[in-house]
């Protein structure tokens, strides 16, 4: 197991980006290795990896970073299947479920403007970082890796090429982003244009026209002397600022989800926030953010029914009820339509013996019961059946009209 993980890992060099094969790197070498690596890889069975959850999270370890673990060794194990070194996974089913997300607190629409109106005055560079994470929903390493020759201001849009990671916290590496779709372009309010035009007007020219040192040169986001920006130190002023901003504490990430629900809750459609945001499918958008769309799926069945309710000239008109009378979302909306069936007990033309009502609508509810006593069967045969009126090709019998 040990030969074949270090191998694995120098296989994977190749294809992984830097940050994952530095955290590939330290699961195999850190636990995995140390737990497995003495046993031989067609040895390997579920109740080693079983045992190896078991003393993990005995030892103290976190669910997650276990959990990780576990995903690496399996992605490991899934790479011999095919090579016939092994005929199954022993990693599958995994023995620790995923962990769930734990849910995520996202600012107000007030709470972002009063930190940005605070950072304006204390730290404004930490203020247009976040104008621009907020404004356009761009990720923090794909804002920190922006460069002034993707950023045009005239057109409205920026281009999103790259983005900026540290590895173990140390090593700083421009890559590219995390899926297809994120290398994409994004448009750009005023807003955000403002926050780009003060970035502008305080870069170093190095920054704004010298490339000899690309890409690591020509950042909107960069230090006096023009060097890129450590993550982690713009994490640190950030939650330093909202302390003193006297706002919840939040990561950077957390400014992605903010530009999504107000893009939501204002009614902005689903799939134009995908776009935006840059996911590779639209489920994405709708997983991450199902809890946003209650409010946009009811009104989208209060749009049919004013819709068909205008088109209908015969519909009675019912007063508009105010929110505070309406009933609770969970139950239907039986006062908003008032079913009248005046029933008649007058036969109609066409058929003597019918007790159809006329002048009724068709609908699919049941109508309600009759309160009235049904007529006495005492004028039916023991069969039935009523004799018929006329017997011209009748056999002198029809059935009783129920």
């Known amino acids: 197991m040990a030969d074949y993980l270090s191998a694995w890992l120098e296989t994977k060099a190749y294809v992984l980006k830097p940050t994952t094969l530095a955290r590939y790197r330290d699961y195999v070498t850190g636990d995995l290795i140390p737990a497995l690596g003495a046993l031989k890889l067609d040895e390997l069975g579920h109740r080693h990896t079983a045992g190896f959850v078991h003393t993990q999270l005995a030892a103290g370890r976190g669910q997650v970073t276990v959990h990780r673990c576990l995903a690496t060794l399996s992605s490991a194990l899934g790479d011999a299947v095919p090579q016939h070194r092994l005929t199954h996974n022993p990693a599958r089913p995994a023995v620790l479920p995923r962990p769930p997300t734990a849910e995520r607190r996202i600012w107000t629409a007030e709470e972002a403007t009063r930190f940005l109106r605070y950072c304006h005055h204390t730290d404004p560079l930490i203020a247009d970082v976040c104008e621009l994470l ?62 780009l035009t003060r970035r502008a007007a305080e870069a170093p020219d190095s920054a704004l026209f010298d490339r000899s040192s690309y890409p690591f040169t020509g950042l909107v986001f960069c230090r006096p002397d023009g060097g890129p920006l450590r993550p982690q130190t713009v994490l640190d002023r950030f939650r330093r600022r909202a302390e003193e901003a006297g706002v919840p504490r939040i990561t950077l990430h957390d400014l992605r989800h903010l530009a999504a629900t107000l893009s939501i809750t204002a009614g902005i459609p689903l799939t134009v926030v995908s776009k935006t945001l840059r996911h590779s499918t639209l489920s994405t958008t709708a ?104 017997l011209v090709g009748t056999t002198g019998f029809e059935p009783a009209t129920p």
Do not use: C, F
């Open 134 to 195: 907020i404004g356009t929903g761009i990720r923090k390493g794909e804002a920190l890796a922006l460069h002034w020759h993707d950023v045009h201001l005239n057109e409205g849009v920026l281009y999103v090429r790259y983005t900026l990671s540290a590895i173990n916290n140390a090593r700083l590496v421009i890559t590219s982003p995390k899926t297809r779709s994120s290398k994409n372009w994004v448009a750009i309010s005023p807003r955000v244009a403002a926050a």
């Open 287 to 390: 997983n991450l953010y199902s809890h946003l769309t209650h409010q946009a799926a009811h009104d989208a069945v209060d749009a049919i029914d004013t819709a068909l309710a205008q088109a209908d000239p015969t519909a009675d008109r019912q007063p508009h009820w105010p929110a505070w009378l309406r009933p609770r979302r969970d139950h239907p909306n039986g006062h908003r339509i008032r079913l009248t069936l005046p029933y008649s007990t007058t036969p109609a033309a066409s058929s003597p013996n019918a007790s159809t009502p006329q002048g009724v609508r068709a609908t699919t509810m049941r109508p309600p019961r009759r309160t009235t006593r049904r007529r006495p069967l005492s004028h039916l045969w023991k069969n039935g059946l009523r004799p018929a009126k006329t």
